[in-house]
């Protein structure tokens, strides 16, 4: 029994982000591979940074989301060009989706702070091998044929920041494309175009000994469908969602966060549902190696089935100017 009910929320989940769901994975150390997301953060570091990250989401149900992000971005000797590189891997049930890009920023002096406007250019290759499910009707047209796709894509950013404040915004991904194969069925299945709004603070509490650090993450999927063409992709059935998270920064080294993952609908009139809430952990050593880990707790009734997501984050901080490693910013 439940090894089928199992299969069924296996399956479910991935319909969910397979039509109108949110696509794109979610991150709970997600300021740590800002670059993902926003193209404008290329340099911001103020020297090369390496990450390289893994998420396991829903660990015990099978077909459930598995992760892989890869980001490096420098600024450029004038200082006013970051440039970057940013690869992802995100598994879900018979799906597997590989993206690439590549990214520039032209950051712009404003007094202690900077504009950074990002662009990004890039591919995917996205594909699913229906053959993999377990289907109560072998005929069912929305999965007779498997699905190998390429798919070119261009996203942009804006990343205004200083040592102790950030903003910005961003669309990973402008081009909309259609994932059918075939397009005459009165099935959809859309990679729908997704924002990003971000900001967050840091405060020392007594100097650089002990920082608080507050940040928030606000995602929406079709923020522009009222005005699409396609009738079928002006309402789309993705929340509105946002992460809270709360860190203290000890020693410039030991980093300690907690934070909230919910949809928006859920604090104004409570129609949808709470995701989870979250404990990470970051260590920098003094050689430039940083390693991190995260755990989510889901707050829904997936909780019955699944003790929740892992991450593990590891990087590498450079500094060429002063050929030495130095202690990155507090983004």
């Known amino acids: 029994m439940m ?12 319909i969910g982000q397979f039509a109108f769901g949110q696509q794109e994975p979610m991150f709970t150390k997600y300021m740590f591979n800002s670059l993902i997301f926003n193209p404008g953060y290329a340099g911001s570091n103020e020297h090369m940074s390496l990450g390289l990250l893994h998420r396991s989401q829903w660990v015990e149900i099978d077909g459930a989301p598995h992760t892989q992000t890869f980001t490096a971005h420098t600024p450029l000797r004038n200082d006013r060009v970051g440039i970057g590189f940013s690869l992802i891997n995100d598994k879900i049930g018979p799906s597997n989706t590989v993206g690439a890009n590549i990214i520039y920023a032209y950051r712009i002096p404003m007094g202690k702070a900077k504009l950074s406007i990002g662009l990004q250019a890039g591919f995917e290759n996205y594909r699913a091998n229906w053959s993999k499910l377990n289907l109560d009707n072998d005929l069912d047209p929305a ?25 910005g915004g961003s669309v990973p991904h402008l ?22 709004f ?8 007594n100097g650089d000994a002990l920082v608080f650090k507050p940040s928030i993450l606000f995602k929406n999927v079709g923020l522009d469908k009222r005005a699409s063409k396609l009738d079928a992709f002006r309402d789309i059935g993705a929340p509105n969602e946002f992460d809270v998270d709360l860190s203290f920064l000890f020693q410039q080294t030991l980093w ?16 949808s549902s709470t995701d989870s809430a979250d ?15 995260a755990y989510d707790y889901p707050l829904t009734e997936l909780s019955n089935v699944t003790s929740g ?9 450079f500094n060429f100017d002063e050929r030495k490693i130095v202690t990155p910013r507090y983004f």
């Open 3 to 14: 090894k089928r009910t199992l299969t069924i929320l296996s399956l479910l989940v991935f």
């Open 175 to 196: 081009v909309e494309y259609d994932l059918r194969t075939e397009e005459q069925l009165n099935i959809y299945a859309r990679q729908v175009r997704h924002y990003y």
């Open 279 to 293: 404990i990470w952990i970051s260590y920098l050593m003094k050689n430039g190696l940083r390693f991190g880990a």
């Open 143 to 167: 999965f007779e044929t498997n699905v190998n796709k390429f798919l070119p894509n261009f996203g942009a950013g804006l990343y205004f920041y200083s040592k102790r404040f950030y903003i």
């Open 309 to 317: 997501a892992f991450e593990i984050m590891v990087g590498y901080e």
């Open 256 to 271: 300690i966060g907690a934070s909230f993952r919910s949809s928006w609908a859920k604090i104004i009139d409570g129609s």
């Open 198 to 205: 971000m900001s967050g603070a840091a405060f020392p509490l």
